[in-house]
């Protein structure tokens, strides 16, 4: 089956003919912030180049075959070492990557995913969207940019309806302590401008006030006995993972 050449488009036709075939997969990414945020945030934006997939955990032998089925080349040997957390495709003829999370993404930090594949129909729900650019430890610009437009088109609230669920995002920070100080610590980033473009005065209040909430949130949350004992350690002790570089 021929690929389309529009990433956007190739990713939205994966995820239909997954459902049409009784699979579920759901966009993660720069793809799915560019689905999920259009033409509102009008952010300078790099050329996407990779399709980013979260699929439930368990499914790697239907997944290999159904991708394969849409023209895409699995990498044997990547993914026979990581097949059951991840697995990594080519598009040959568009020299273009695909990557599937299996139940959850596990780079600087794990994020729990399968339990909410379901909430939307094409990408990850927008505070798991989220979490996927704030648990990066080492940002580039293209995150940020990601975070800003998607601050700047969805605000802050306790549902999944349009809204980045501050509440899910507290929750899992108010269990991992890792997780938590990665967390703030981007948002205190996202607080400035990258070095290529400015926010306008308009933009940056916006996104202010929305980091506000999440700070707002993620304060307000109990945490767990396990956060508060690796608290004590602080970074003395390194609490992310480095990812692994594909």
Same mark, same amino acid.
């Given at each position: 089956m021929q690929?389309?050449t529009? $990433? =956007?488009?190739e990713?939205?036709? =994966?995820?239909a003919e997954?459902?049409a075939r009784?699979?579920?997969l759901?966009?993660?990414?720069?793809v799915a912030? %560019?689905?999920?945020?259009?033409?509102r945030?009008?952010l300078?934006?790099?050329?996407? %180049?990779d399709?980013?997939l979260?699929?439930?955990?368990?499914?790697?032998?239907?997944?290999v075959?159904?991708l394969?089925?849409l023209g895409?080349a699995?990498e044997r /040997?990547?993914?026979?070492?990581?097949g059951?957390s991840?697995l990594?495709f080519?598009?040959r003829?568009r020299?273009?990557?695909?990557?599937?999370?299996?139940g959850a993404?596990? @780079?600087?930090h794990?994020?729990?995913?399968a339990e #909410?594949?379901g $909430?939307? #129909?094409?990408?990850?729900? *927008?505070?798991?969207l989220? +979490?996927?650019? +704030?648990?990066?430890v080492? +940002?580039?610009?293209k995150d940020?940019t990601?975070m800003?437009? *998607?601050?700047?088109?969805c605000?802050v609230?306790?549902s /999944? =309806?349009? %809204?980045?669920?501050?509440?899910?995002?507290? /929750?899992?920070c108010? #269990? /991992?302590?890792?997780?938590?100080?990665?967390?703030? #610590?981007? +948002?205190n980033r996202l607080g400035?401008?990258?070095?290529?473009?400015q *926010?306008?005065e308009?933009q940056?209040?916006v996104v202010?006030d929305?980091?506000?909430?999440l700070?707002?949130a $993620?304060?307000?949350?109990?945490?767990? =006995?396990?956060w508060r004992?690796?608290a004590?350690v602080?970074?003395r @002790?390194?609490?992310?993972?480095e990812?692994e570089? $594909?």
């Amino acid at each position: 089956m021929q690929t389309l050449t529009d $990433i =956007v488009q190739e990713s939205r036709r =994966v995820v239909a003919e997954a459902s049409a075939r009784g699979e579920v997969l759901r966009v993660t990414g720069s793809v799915a912030f %560019q689905l999920r945020v259009g033409d509102r945030a009008r952010l300078p934006r790099s050329p996407l %180049q990779d399709i980013d997939l979260v699929a439930p955990s368990g499914t790697e032998r239907r997944t290999v075959r159904f991708l394969a089925d849409l023209g895409y080349a699995g990498e044997r /040997d990547f993914n026979a070492r990581h097949g059951a957390s991840r697995l990594l495709f080519w598009d040959r003829a568009r020299d273009r990557k695909l990557e599937v999370f299996l139940g959850a993404l596990e @780079m600087c930090h794990t994020l729990p995913l399968a339990e #909410r594949l379901g $909430i939307e #129909r094409e990408t990850l729900p *927008l505070a798991e969207l989220m +979490l996927t650019k +704030l648990q990066i430890v080492q +940002l580039n610009e293209k995150d940020l940019t990601d975070m800003h437009s *998607l601050l700047i088109a969805c605000d802050v609230g306790p549902s /999944d =309806v349009d %809204q980045i669920n501050g509440d899910r995002i507290a /929750d899992l920070c108010g #269990r /991992d302590w890792g997780l938590h100080h990665t967390v703030i #610590r981007t +948002l205190n980033r996202l607080g400035s401008d990258p070095p290529s473009y400015q *926010l306008t005065e308009g933009q940056r209040t916006v996104v202010d006030d929305r980091i506000r909430k999440l700070r707002q949130a $993620i304060d307000a949350k109990p945490k767990s =006995v396990a956060w508060r004992l690796r608290a004590k350690v602080g970074e003395r @002790m390194r609490w992310y993972e480095e990812p692994e570089e $594909i």
